[in-house]
């Protein structure tokens, strides 16, 4: 792998702004991105890209980029130091926390989202050398109520349903808007064609005009927060009207009756004034739902983040049941995965050491960490390592998680950049980009086909980085999690070619099985060394391989890959990514995970919180702080934090705060002028962007804002670092998810 290249030639990669990971390609000037175009090749993506991935030379080279470890001084300014000195006290400081308090006393947070995605696999090893237990990532604050749900009604929480936009007849979008947040690959292509298709019905449900509503056959306004009334009211229309699917209920679910019974309790008009939109209007758009051939419904975050979030993930799944969209073309599928997304089952078993607070998929909730250390308790959380995510940024409460950082006892970042976490670090350890390691992306949800992109380097790491693979490595050795002996047998087998290893690998992992713990790191350390040049850090591919063609080895022989090593060959042949998997409709009802292989339609945990809906008003204003403030829209010049160069988007700014002209003008505040904004937690200041899109009363900000960078231009404006004002304590009772969506402020003219 070169420093450089200038050699006029396209490189296969892919995009690193969102979870669709589109295939591009790019030419490169020395280490610039000069030309940046979509992958034809890539079967996923098909060439299509969005506005951002143009603009991708900006996360790779900038002033922001790390270029030597870091240590903070007792002045807390931080100096440079060698990696041999960083690794050792860094192996130091995690071994002091663990021996003085146990190794659970440290926690992990990170290892995924826009950061990274293979390399957080190798953190596992550094983790177990430790005896670490607890960790998070963004998933604990957007999607674990979901996951949850899932495991009720389908099973297992690892039961992922996924939309089959691509096919369906109706597509609805909840709380989500695909025009700039993706979700789905070729999202601006899909919904344009579904918007001028006669016979395909595009619903939006969104208290805002999206650019998703705009092509829109029906616009759901609801009010913010008011989904769960909309829901409620959906299906009561359902099952009093005969519009839903009584074959498929008869046949493929369980507990009906009680169901029917629950939403005996919806009064229609009420619900339907509660949820802001008229009655009328949705039980057209619930017809429409009905009388599909099939339909299909991806929920976001303007559910998720928002009150009753858990249990709205509940009702939408509901309606794709009753109407018998599920485990069939064009409705919601059960998918296959390479590799895991979380840490695994666990639907609320295992709990937090201090706060007690249920872990879903293996993720403490984000809103509950800072007071698993802020406390006395002996079992409180006293060190962390954090890699390719910035909690103090993106996590409610920014000044809390500052303090809870302040009092841990040793904390380590590694990232590409001196994020806002890293400025509060004992140590800052610089990984090589994205582009410049072996990188994919395991947000592998698609249905019937699913994908796998395996991208090569492009350029070899930046001086004074390390990969995250090697980093791991080098903790691992320091803190004697295996010998040089240990690996022996499979260095040997690796000379052999991969045959060799495969039939050696179990047999020395059964002689030795404290081995397996270190796993994607032995695999790292002893076929690392044969991979073709740039790529050792993909080694952990081949245990995935293996581990996939095991587990679905129909849904891999459809694809064409009789073994592991058949398809991780193929994943490594193919720099414009593979179908691994391949299946019919009716799959899904074999990864059904009930044992009768039905569907549970109730709910337990989340009955009373229905039944509470009927006495609870969204309308209720609160005088101290009138407005709705949704903070966190996804804009065309936002990334969460993966892009923190505001150059990126001096076309696009895109920062200031939206309001509707009716509320500007009763506040006096014309477009671009600065307005307070103020919550129970705290006041920031943002610029104003009158617009159409909002409802009066609400209010919206742009997410991944306001973050420091080295020599910014004065004239750009940075935008507000939203979770300044957001607080720990607005968050689901039962999965802990923050209500970003539904933040209560004031305005006051500056
Ligand atoms: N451009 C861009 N794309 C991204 C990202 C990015 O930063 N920038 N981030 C990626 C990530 S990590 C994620 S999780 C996804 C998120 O993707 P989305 O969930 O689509 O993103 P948001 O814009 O945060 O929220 C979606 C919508 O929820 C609406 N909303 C607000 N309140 C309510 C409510 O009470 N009810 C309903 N029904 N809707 C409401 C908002 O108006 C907004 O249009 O985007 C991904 N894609
Ligand atoms: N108020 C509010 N807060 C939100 C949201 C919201 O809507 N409103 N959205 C939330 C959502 S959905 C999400 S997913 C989170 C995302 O927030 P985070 O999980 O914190 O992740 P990112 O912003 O994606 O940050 C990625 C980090 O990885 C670093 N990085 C990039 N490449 C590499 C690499 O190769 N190696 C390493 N080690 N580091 C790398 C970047 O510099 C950056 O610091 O934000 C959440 N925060
Ligand atoms: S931001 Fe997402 S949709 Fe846009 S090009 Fe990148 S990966 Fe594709
Ligand atoms: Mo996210």
Same mark, same amino acid.
């Given at each position: 792998?070169?420093?450089?290249?200038?050699d006029?030639?396209?490189?296969?990669?892919?995009?690193?702004?969102?979870?669709?990971?589109?295939?591009?390609?790019?030419?490169?000037?020395g280490?610039?991105?000069?030309?940046?175009?979509?992958?034809?090749?890539?079967?996923?993506?098909?060439?299509?890209?969005?506005?951002?991935?143009?603009?991708?030379?900006?996360?790779?080279?900038?002033?922001?980029?790390?270029?030597?470890?870091?240590?903070?001084?007792?002045?807390?300014?931080?100096?440079?130091?060698?990696?041999?000195?960083?690794?050792?006290?860094?192996?130091?400081?995690?071994a002091?926390?663990?021996?003085?308090?146990?190794?659970?006393?440290?926690?992990?947070?990170?290892g995924?989202?826009?950061?990274?995605?293979?390399?957080?696999?190798?953190?596992?090893?550094?983790?177990?050398?430790?005896?670490?237990?607890?960790?998070?990532?963004?998933l604990?604050?957007?999607?674990?109520?979901?996951?949850?749900v899932?495991?009720?009604?389908?099973?297992?929480?690892?039961?992922?349903?996924?939309?089959?936009?691509?096919?369906?007849?109706?597509a609805?979008?909840?709380g989500?808007?695909?025009?700039?947040?993706?979700?789905?690959?070729?999202?601006?292509?899909?919904?344009?064609?579904?918007s001028?298709?006669?016979?395909?019905?595009l619903?939006?449900?969104?208290?805002?005009?999206?650019?998703?509503a705009?092509?829109?056959?029906?616009?759901?306004?609801?009010?913010?927060g008011?989904?769960?009334?909309?829901?409620?009211?959906?299906?009561?229309?359902?099952?009093t009207?005969?519009?839903?699917?009584?074959?498929?209920?008869?046949?493929?679910?369980?507990?009906?009756?009680?169901?029917e019974?629950?939403?005996a309790?919806?009064?229609?008009?009420?619900?339907a004034?509660?949820?802001g939109v008229?009655?009328a209007e949705?039980?057209?758009?619930?017809?429409?739902?009905?009388?599909?051939?099939?339909?299909a419904?991806?929920?976001?975050?303007?559910?998720?983040?928002?009150?009753?979030?858990?249990?709205?993930?509940?009702?939408?799944?509901?309606?794709?049941?009753?109407?018998?969209?599920?485990?069939?073309?064009?409705?919601m599928?059960?998918?296959?995965?390479?590799?895991?997304?979380?840490?695994?089952?666990?639907?609320?078993?295992?709990?937090?050491?201090?706060?007690?607070?249920?872990?879903?998929?293996?993720l403490?909730?984000?809103?509950?960490?800072?007071?698993?250390?802020?406390?006395?308790?002996?079992?409180?959380?006293?060190?962390?390592?954090?890699?390719?995510?910035?909690p103090?940024h993106?996590?409610a409460?920014?000044?809390?998680?500052?303090?809870?950082?302040?009092?841990?006892?040793?904390?380590v970042?590694?990232?590409?950049?001196?994020?806002?976490?890293?400025?509060?670090?004992?140590?800052?350890?610089?990984a090589?980009?994205?582009?410049?390691?072996?990188?994919?992306?395991?947000?592998?949800?698609?249905?019937?086909?699913?994908?796998?992109?395996?991208?090569?380097?492009?350029?070899?790491?930046?001086?004074?980085?390390l990969?995250?693979?090697?980093?791991?490595r080098?903790?691992?050795?320091?803190?004697?999690?295996?010998?040089?002996?240990?690996?022996?047998?499979?260095? &040997? =087998? *690796?000379?052999? %070619? +991969?045959?060799?290893?495969?039939? $050696?690998?179990f047999?020395?992992?059964?002689?030795?099985? !404290?081995l397996?713990?270190?796993?994607?790191?032995?695999?790292?350390?002893t076929l690392?060394?044969?991979?073709?040049?740039?790529?050792?850090? &993909? =080694? *952990?591919?081949? %245990? +995935?391989?293996?581990?996939?063609? $095991?587990?679905?080895?129909?849904?891999?022989?459809?694809? !064409?890959?009789?073994?592991g090593?058949?398809?991780?060959?193929?994943?490594?042949?193919?720099?414009?990514?593979?179908?691994?998997?391949?299946?019919?409709?009716?799959?899904?009802w074999?990864?059904?995970?009930?044992?009768?292989?039905?569907?549970?339609?109730v709910?337990?945990?989340?009955?009373?919180?229905?039944?509470?809906?009927?006495?609870?008003?969204?309308r209720?204003?609160?005088?101290?702080?009138?407005?709705?403030?949704?903070?966190?829209?996804?804009?065309?010049?936002?990334?969460?934090?993966?892009?923190?160069?505001?150059?990126?988007?001096?076309?696009?700014?895109?920062?200031?705060?939206?309001?509707?002209?009716?509320?500007?003008?009763?506040?006096?505040?014309?477009?671009?002028?600065?307005?307070?904004?103020?919550?129970?937690?705290?006041?920031t200041?943002?610029?104003?962007?009158?617009?159409?899109?909002?409802?009066?009363?609400?209010?919206?900000?742009?997410?991944?804002q306001?973050?420091?960078?080295?020599?910014?231009?004065?004239?750009?404006?940075l935008?507000?670092?939203?979770?300044?004002?957001?607080?720990?304590?607005d968050?689901?009772w039962?999965?802990?998810?923050?209500?970003?969506?539904?933040?209560?402020?004031?305005?006051?003219?500056?």
């Amino acid at each position: 792998m070169t420093d450089t290249r200038n050699d006029q030639e396209w490189h296969k990669t892919a995009c690193n702004l969102c979870s669709i990971n589109c295939g591009v390609e790019i030419k490169l000037d020395g280490r610039s991105f000069a030309r940046v175009r979509g992958d034809k090749a890539n079967p996923q993506s098909q060439g299509y890209t969005c506005e951002k991935a143009l603009r991708l030379d900006h996360y790779q080279n900038g002033p922001h980029r790390l270029t030597s470890p870091m240590r903070r001084t007792a002045d807390g300014s931080y100096e440079e130091v060698s990696w041999d000195t960083a690794i050792s006290e860094v192996a130091a400081g995690l071994a002091k926390v663990r021996d003085e308090h146990g190794g659970e006393t440290i926690f992990y947070y990170g290892g995924g989202g826009q950061g990274n995605h293979l390399p957080g696999g190798y953190s596992g090893a550094t983790r177990k050398a430790l005896g670490m237990k607890y960790s998070s990532n963004a998933l604990a604050q957007e999607k674990t109520g979901e996951f949850w749900v899932d495991g009720q009604l389908f099973g297992s929480m690892g039961c992922h349903t996924t939309p089959d936009m691509h096919h369906t007849d109706c597509a609805v979008f909840l709380g989500k808007n695909p025009w700039h947040s993706h979700g789905i690959p070729r999202a601006r292509t899909v919904i344009k064609e579904i918007s001028n298709d006669p016979d395909r019905t595009l619903i939006i449900i969104d208290p805002r005009l999206t650019e998703s509503a705009e092509l829109a056959d029906i616009h759901l306004r609801v009010r913010p927060g008011g989904d769960a009334w909309l829901l409620g009211a959906m299906l009561k229309i359902l099952v009093t009207e005969d519009l839903a699917d009584a074959e498929f209920l008869a046949e493929r679910t369980n507990r009906l009756p009680e169901l029917e019974r629950l939403l005996a309790t919806v009064d229609l008009d009420e619900w339907a004034d509660k949820a802001g939109v008229p009655l009328a209007e949705i039980r057209h758009a619930t017809q429409a739902i009905a009388a599909a051939e099939s339909c299909a419904i991806f929920e976001d975050l303007g559910i998720q983040m928002a009150p009753h979030s858990t249990l709205n993930s509940w009702l939408e799944k509901l309606i794709f049941i009753l109407t018998g969209n599920f485990g069939v073309k064009g409705g919601m599928n059960l998918h296959t995965r390479f590799g895991k997304l979380t840490g695994g089952g666990g639907g609320g078993d295992r709990r937090t050491p201090v706060g007690n607070h249920r872990i879903l998929g293996g993720l403490m909730p984000c809103n509950g960490i800072p007071d698993e250390v802020l406390t006395t308790h002996p079992d409180r959380l006293r060190g962390a390592i954090i890699e390719s995510s910035n909690p103090i940024h993106s996590l409610a409460d920014s000044p809390r998680w500052r303090e809870a950082f302040e009092a841990l006892e040793f904390t380590v970042v590694v990232d590409v950049a001196m994020t806002e976490t890293a400025e509060c670090a004992d140590y800052v350890l610089p990984a090589s980009s994205q582009y410049e390691k072996a990188e994919a992306t395991f947000f592998t949800l698609e249905f019937p086909e699913n994908y796998f992109h395996l991208r090569p380097p492009l350029l070899a790491p930046m001086p004074g980085t390390l990969t995250e693979a090697e980093i791991h490595r080098r903790l691992c050795r320091e803190l004697g999690a295996y010998t040089d002996d240990d690996l022996a047998p499979l260095h &040997a =087998a *690796a000379a052999e %070619g +991969l045959d060799a290893y495969a039939a $050696a690998f179990f047999t020395v992992l059964g002689n030795n099985p !404290g081995l397996g713990k270190f796993l994607p790191m032995v695999l790292f350390e002893t076929l690392g060394p044969v991979m073709p040049e740039g790529m050792e850090t &993909a =080694a *952990a591919i081949w %245990g +995935l391989s293996q581990t996939f063609v $095991a587990e679905e080895p129909e849904s891999a022989a459809r694809a !064409g890959y009789a073994s592991g090593n058949e398809l991780f060959t193929a994943i490594l042949d193919s720099p414009s990514g593979v179908a691994f998997s391949s299946d019919p409709y009716d799959t899904t009802w074999e990864r059904m995970r009930h044992d009768d292989r039905k569907i549970n339609l109730v709910v337990d945990e989340l009955v009373d919180e229905f039944r509470s809906l009927a006495s609870e008003d969204p309308r209720v204003i609160n005088d101290e702080f009138p407005f709705i403030l949704a903070a966190g829209e996804r804009r065309s010049s936002t990334a969460n934090t993966a892009m923190r160069d505001p150059e990126w988007r001096r076309k696009h700014p895109t920062t200031g705060l939206r309001l509707c002209a009716e509320d500007a003008e009763k506040l006096g505040v014309e477009d671009g002028a600065k307005i307070r904004i103020v919550t129970k937690r705290g006041e920031t200041i943002s610029s104003v962007e009158i617009s159409d899109s909002m409802r009066p009363g609400h209010i919206s900000l742009p997410n991944g804002q306001g973050l420091s960078y080295p020599d910014a231009d004065p004239e750009i404006d940075l935008g507000v670092s939203l979770n300044e004002i957001t607080s720990i304590e607005d968050r689901d009772w039962f999965a802990g998810t923050p209500h970003h969506k539904h933040v209560r402020a004031r305005l006051e003219l500056v």
